[in-house]
């Protein structure tokens, strides 16, 4: 699980993991890139692209296919002003490029402020900040107060469109003055810019005194002035588009929730292939519903817009009582309920805080969606292995066992010694057995529905297969030593030859449980992995020698096998697990048949 980035806190969450039906995934960082760039600005009457490469404060602004300046479009110096002051990132140069420490969108922001000023990653450091309204969740902006020494102070403003239009009175002409505000332009332009896929924030200032140098939100309400939209791309990981997939073909739903206005959710979420793209609730709709109302919803919809991590914890519980096992990523302090709530929480290990990550149990070393989708295969393939061995130890042990009482309820001599079934248990158990848990993934594992949160491991189909197994086994083992009986063998050679007969059942069972989804019939199960082959090479290395070397002979009271007789024990294992399978091809083939009729 740690190589594959998710790094587990708490070891229950393993087996949850396997369990999983839904996972609701942040955006920003998980399944986009994090790496956000400015693409577009809208001021009133003009729509400027920005060009440039990743955070590096290079690039052009361009206005109809041709380069502009600050000089001949002032609002450009407005829009530099805001995204470079109203930010708390830095851009740091380095040989490999540009780094953002802080906020990758405010890193972008910076960017563009060095493309318009031409300063680099550092512009306007004659400004001096006063005072500040930081970002919340419940106000949806982030305002500062700056002053230069030129006898100037301004007040700047970015956040979500929908907030920042409330608090302003004018907007920004295109001839540098003011002029009355356009609500439904902008709300209009906020729609087109988000379609595309873009993240949109709404930029606004104001001119105050000198001597103002505190910051009160009354100095906001209805007082900004309007500079425009900034439009910023975060593009899909290409790996999260796979394990979206890949989800999907596993039964899972994914379930996408941001802060970021619906329309640009549902652009990117039509990249990355989620169901029911189309509609989209906002955190207002959340707020509307009553319980039942949103456990309803939350079913049927997949993204979720403009939302607050309390909206997160409702959601979450709103899944749970339709009785799904949900799996719910967050990074921020006031996730932790959410994730405390959700049957796997996980958390952001890049950028998520320390009360996330003491919340979650699982912890996403690179905050990669493909990670999520990788751990819950690893999850489903560690509950398939538990399942494999206690499918491989329950029913051989039940043969060893019928084996011995059956034989003394009928007065009859012992097929195998005592002292020759602990032999077979020490040398099975630590070999065989512990094989089955360096089991790798199955190939159909993540095309499976997810299994029920309360399924039990002893199944009416494990109880099924304990006593198939076991009666084969006492058939088998009680065949041969009757064989070797019927033809004169002694005892100890006839004990022998059952006593091998048993080691090969189970090595052959071995080969079989190892696909308990699919057909062993195939080179790929055959060819087993190292450790299988290990482990049956040692078993059968010490088993040879417990039969033909004369010290062990004395030990466990053993005799050399003829030849023939050894080929025919084989010969036995092979028809054992050709019973085996064509019971296993039988009860998939009438499950899917049955799945098939049901859908």
């Given at each position: 699980m740690a190589r594959r980035n998710a790094i587990v806190r708490r070891l229950p969450a393993i087996e949850t993991l396997g369990s999983v039906s839904v996972i609701c995934s942040d955006k920003t960082g998980t399944l986009t890139r994090n790496e956000m760039m400015v693409a577009s600005l809208a001021a009133a009457g003009h729509i400027y692209s920005v060009g440039g490469n990743g955070y590096a404060p290079e690039g052009a602004v361009r206005w109809r296919e041709a380069d502009v300046h600050p000089d001949d479009h002032a609002v450009l110096m407005e829009f530099a002003r805001a995204a470079g002051l109203c930010n708390d990132a830095m851009l740091h140069a380095h040989e490999a490029g540009w780094r953002v420490e802080g906020d990758p969108m405010e890193g972008a922001l910076m960017a563009l402020a060095g493309k318009i000023t031409r300063e680099g990653g550092a512009p306007f450091r004659h400004w001096t900040r006063t005072d500040a309204i930081p970002f919340d969740t419940a106000h949806r902006y982030m305002?500062?107060?700056?002053?230069?020494?030129?006898?100037?102070?301004?007040?700047?403003?970015?956040?979500?469109?929908?907030?920042?239009?409330?608090?302003?009175?004018d907007q920004r002409a295109a001839d540098g003055g003011s002029e009355p505000l356009d609500a439904d332009h902008w709300t209009e332009m906020v729609e087109d810019l988000a379609a595309e896929g873009q993240r949109v924030i709404a930029v606004a200032a104001r001119a105050v005194p000198q001597e103002h140098t505190i910051l009160n939100t009354a100095d906001l309400e209805g007082r900004l002035t309007l500079i425009g939209l900034i439009g910023l791309i975060d593009p899909p990981r290409p790996e999260a588009i796979e394990a979206v997939a890949e989800c999907h073909a596993a039964g899972i739903r994914v379930k996408m929730i941001t802060g970021d206005h619906a329309a640009t959710a549902r652009a990117i979420a039509g990249m990355i292939g989620l169901k029911n793209h189309d509609r989209v609730l906002t955190g207002a709709d959340l707020e509307a519903?009553?319980?039942?109302?949103?456990?309803?919803?939350?079913?049927?919809?997949?993204?979720?817009?403009?939302?607050?991590?309390?909206?997160?914890?409702?959601?979450?519980?709103?899944?749970?009582?339709?009785?799904?096992?949900?799996a719910m990523?967050?990074?921020?302090?006031?996730?932790?309920?959410?994730?405390?709530?959700?049957?796997?929480?996980?958390?952001?290990?890049?950028?998520?805080?320390?009360?996330a990550k003491e919340a979650a149990e699982l912890v996403l070393a690179d905050d990669n969606f493909a990670s999520i989708a990788a751990a819950v295969r690893e999850g489903r393939t560690v509950y398939d292995n538990i399942k494999k061995v206690i499918s491989w130890t329950l029913?051989?042990?039940?043969?060893?066992?019928?084996?011995?009482?059956?034989?003394?309820?009928?007065?009859?001599?012992?097929p195998?010694?005592?002292?020759q079934i602990l032999w077979i248990n020490l040398v099975t158990a630590i070999t065989l057995g512990l094989a089955l848990a360096f089991e790798p993934s199955e190939p159909g594992t993540m095309r499976r529905p997810p299994r029920p949160r309360d399924e039990p491991l002893l199944t009416g189909g494990l109880v099924w297969h304990i006593v198939l197994v076991s009666t084969l086994f006492l058939v088998a083992v009680f065949g041969m030593y009757y064989y070797a009986t019927e033809k004169g063998y002694s005892v100890p050679l006839a004990q022998t030859m059952a006593m091998n007969t048993l080691v090969v059942l189970e090595i052959f069972h071995l080969f079989f449980i190892r696909n308990i989804h699919g057909t062993s019939l195939t080179w790929a199960a055959a060819r087993g992995t190292r450790v299988v082959w290990a482990c049956v090479i040692a078993v059968t290395t010490v088993q040879f020698a417990v039969t033909y070397m004369p010290p062990l002979q004395a030990v466990f009271g053993t005799e050399a096998v003829p030849l023939f007789d050894g080929l025919l024990i084989v010969a036995i294992g092979v028809v054992f697990f050709g019973l085996i399978e064509t019971e296993k091809q039988m009860r998939l083939a009438f499950r899917s048949a049955n799945g098939a009729a049901a859908g």
């Open positions: 305002a500062v107060l700056h002053h230069d020494h030129e006898d100037r102070a301004c007040i700047h403003v970015k956040g979500a469109p929908e907030a920042v239009l409330a608090l302003c009175a519903m009553d319980d039942a109302a949103l456990a309803e919803a939350a079913v049927q919809t997949d993204i979720f817009a403009r939302t607050s991590p309390a909206h997160k914890l409702r959601l979450v519980t709103a899944l749970q009582s339709r009785g799904l096992t949900v990523t967050g990074d921020g302090v006031n996730d932790a309920p959410a994730l405390k709530r959700a049957d796997a929480g996980i958390a952001m290990g890049l950028k998520g805080s320390e009360a029913p051989t042990n039940a043969g060893e066992a019928m084996t011995i009482i059956v034989a003394l309820f009928a007065g009859m001599a012992l195998i010694t005592a002292v």
